[in-house]
């Protein structure tokens, strides 16, 4: 089994920035797995943030929605903790976010279907 507990929990002012981490744990993850963050709003699905897709080694690419893309990094250290540090932030921006775990192979890293193992979530709010 897989563990995935999440920290950075938080709320922030419109442009302000915020840090997510996700720590995984259990005998079967692996640094080849893919992880990444979705996040659900409020009368809302779940959708897309952000994702890091292991590429071979330690190497990882990263891929974004459009609605974060240059404003959000998503980084893999260690191959089992993965973070989200959260730029300009929106109100918009306000949900709750998860960390997901998909094993290798995963074709579709945006796709959360894909993922086998999710955190508890964690609330994101930003104000206006």
């Known amino acids: 089994q897989v563990q995935l507990v999440e920290s950075g929990e938080g709320l922030a002012q419109a442009g302000g920035s915020l840090r997510l981490s996700c720590a995984a744990s259990?005998?079967?993850?692996?640094?080849?797995?893919?992880m990444g963050w979705f996040r659900q709003a409020p009368g809302k699905e779940r959708e897309f943030v952000a994702a890091?897709?292991?590429?071979?080694?330690?190497?990882?690419?990263a891929e974004y929605a459009d609605s974060v893309k240059g404003r959000f990094t998503i980084s893999r250290d260690n191959g089992k903790t993965v973070s989200l540090q959260m730029n300009s932030l929106k109100p918009e921006d306000t949900a709750v976010y998860y960390c997901?775990?998909?094993?290798?192979?995963?074709?579709?890293?945006?796709?959360?279907?894909?993922?086998?193992?999710w955190g508890q979530g964690t609330q994101v709010t930003v104000s206006s």
């Open positions: 997901a775990a998909a094993p290798w192979p995963s074709s579709d890293a945006t796709n959360d279907l894909k993922y086998d193992y």
């Open positions: 259990g005998r079967t993850f692996s640094s080849n797995y893919n």
């Open positions: 890091t897709r292991w590429r071979g080694g330690s190497t990882y690419s």
